[in-house]
């Protein structure tokens, strides 16, 4: 049997307890787990790559299969680069399925052998989003059930 | 018999025929409605607070159940301080439904006795939205179906 | 203030926590809540209605506001006989969305003053229906979590 | 490093090239992969478990991993016996998210440790299934893009 | 400029006022329009095929585009036999969309030039489908408002 | 009989593979196609509307039926000036559906005659938009699949 890697590409501005979760469920799955920050971004990030890749750090500390990357450009060239070829997304909602079926169609047209593999959060995550985690925190509100512990702090130190 | 309070929060940039017969329907049910202009927002709007409310109020006039404050911040952190917990909103397409369903799930995280009470307006009015008032005005296009005569004024004064 | 009264229509074949979560948010804007038996039906049903409003008599024993009924025919003719204009459903998920809009739409074409009204149950019971429950208990399944003790009874018993 | 192996069960009813090219991407990351034919049905199936059975060999013959089954009752009682938690799904479509996210849902209610893992099929097979392929049969039209040899000759041998 | 003609396939169990609105629409662009009652049906219609054909004579008298035909078995060996390479369909919502795409993909898949053009009805007939009329009926509900005088007429006639 | 013309508006920035396959369908039913760049945007654009008229031009070079054009403002009114009452759209996904009824909606409002036709691409195309021809081209990627060859050479002298 050969080692099981995937990638699990992401903005994680800031990694909530639904990222979390995906990364658990695909843990039982592949030996080895690269969860990778992308770097490039249309808006304006909440936190920096440095900040993101340090609260992904926290928060999977001692998680042996999990390594924590960064990475710009293009999804399929940086699975090139890294000799991956599976791809790990949590499906969420509808409109969750059509963006990431049409994420997924393209970077198989671009690259062949690509593989992505869907997991379902758990229910109480399903409306979780950073992006919900960065508007609660934006007007002082309490995020401590949505993002763990290490995130709430960098958030107030803000 | 409680009075029965209820809070219908949104942009209102503008009001449209779509939000008065929420307002409507709403009316059925409850003893009080407060209507709520979210003062923040991240992109421009195109009347300010003051000219929305505004609108609000001629729209409303006569309306003895209906109030219109404006609020700032969480809806949940505004809903505590008005001692309401219960919140109307209309439900026009499925992209609505899940948008929707987010804000609702997060507002219940946030604030457990929150209650969203879900409306569907009259089915002319499926596919209308303060937005698409604002792109139809701003090629000076005809917008008298979709919002009452006040708001039309407006929009020709500016 | 008038007393506001609904009717909670449905097949509740059985009745599930999903619906009674559903009954227990409707219990804080309603006075009065009328649970309807559906007692026509297309494919046979696996409890008789008498079972049926045997196990809503149980589930919501002591609940003051609920009254549990039958009826037969179309549910406007039924609103209007009752007085009643006001309808409650709960929204799962998108297809439960088209469907409750496609029969909330209809209803009103037949009896304009008619309001539906939809709830949002516990995400916990987003995929819970009566169907469900009933495929699980045919092969024997496990359906403590699904439905209240009194209906595992009623199911073993059979 | 462990064995992986994961259950793909389905009506089957026929195989078509959608169910092979869900197999196919499963290959890449199951060590071991087990078709389990559904034997229960509300509906008349088209081919006996027996026929299923045998098509799926046919259309499986040569692949290694690939080990062909037969299953009645509740899924998870047959994923425990088989000391089995990964189930394999392909998604299609909107309305396949929703019922694929209720029987996924379900499945983790009534056994805490089975994870459904999804993928997306080639987009020519979106619109691809059973149920058309039997629609097309019926009526004496041309299935040869839509399902392996083998299965041709069965359903003209009808 | 050749004659322009397509093809409208359906149970038309009975013909709606819906049916009729994607008729009208179709007669703008298409010189010729073939409706055509599909006579196969795995569950038992409310009307005979005779019946479907009289309602839609009536619903059309007078519009001098408009044939009436039946047809059983694939509806693209009707097309071929036809020589008529363009299938009219209404879209009212999102669970039409998928079907609709699915028979349209397979019809395409079966015969490489047939070209599906979908309408969208009135808003006000989103809802409305022949199934809709045949449950009103049913209870002996009010259907004026939803199908044809001639249709009323035959189903009170019942 | 008269000549049908249509009118296809969009940003086409810059045309697909998508779009050619929507014009080429259409062609199929309409005498003459109005492809029609739609010069005003709330976003930058990355091609100016005098390179996406150039990559058209070149793209449908041959064409007969197919006229080039730009417009401002309101498409009801670029409708009226042109005489022309019919509108192509291309459908992908259940995200495209609510979009374009939404405007198809609106449109109907505003000009009462007009129709909007929809058509399904390519099941191929069924993910790819101009947008996702951006987003790759930014990073350099190789779109060989998704758009002409003229707009490639485009793409690579910026």
Redesign the interface.
């Known amino acids: 049997?050969k080692?099981?890697t995937a990638i699990y590409p992401g903005s994680f501005d800031p990694i909530t307890f639904g990222h979390l979760d995906i990364i658990r469920?695909a843990g039982?799955?592949?030996?080895r787990l690269i969860v990778s920050v992308f770097t490039h971004s249309a808006k304006k990030p909440m936190f920096t790559v440095e900040e993101r890749v340090d609260m992904l750090r926290s928060a999977l500390k001692g998680n042996k299969k999990v390594k924590i990357e960064r990475f710009e450009?293009?999804l399929?060239?940086y699975l090139r680069k890294k000799k991956v070829?599976?791809v790990i997304r949590g499906?969420r909602?509808?409109?969750d399925?059509?963006y990431e079926?049409?994420i997924?169609?393209?970077n198989r047209?671009?690259y062949g052998g690509v593989?992505?593999?869907?997991?379902?959060p758990r229910?109480?995550y399903?409306?979780?989003?950073s992006s919900?985690v960065r508007d609660?925190a934006h007007?002082?509100?309490?995020v401590s059930?949505?993002v763990p512990p290490y995130v709430i702090k960098k958030i107030k130190s803000r």
Chains 1, 2, 3, 4, 5, 6 share one sequence.
């Open positions: 049997m080692i099981k469920r039982k799955i592949f030996d450009g293009l399929v060239d070829n599976v499906l909602a509808i409109s399925l059509e079926f049409q997924a169609a393209i047209t671009l593989e992505t593999v869907f997991f379902m229910q109480r399903t409306y979780l989003s919900v609660i007007f002082g509100g309490d059930k949505l």
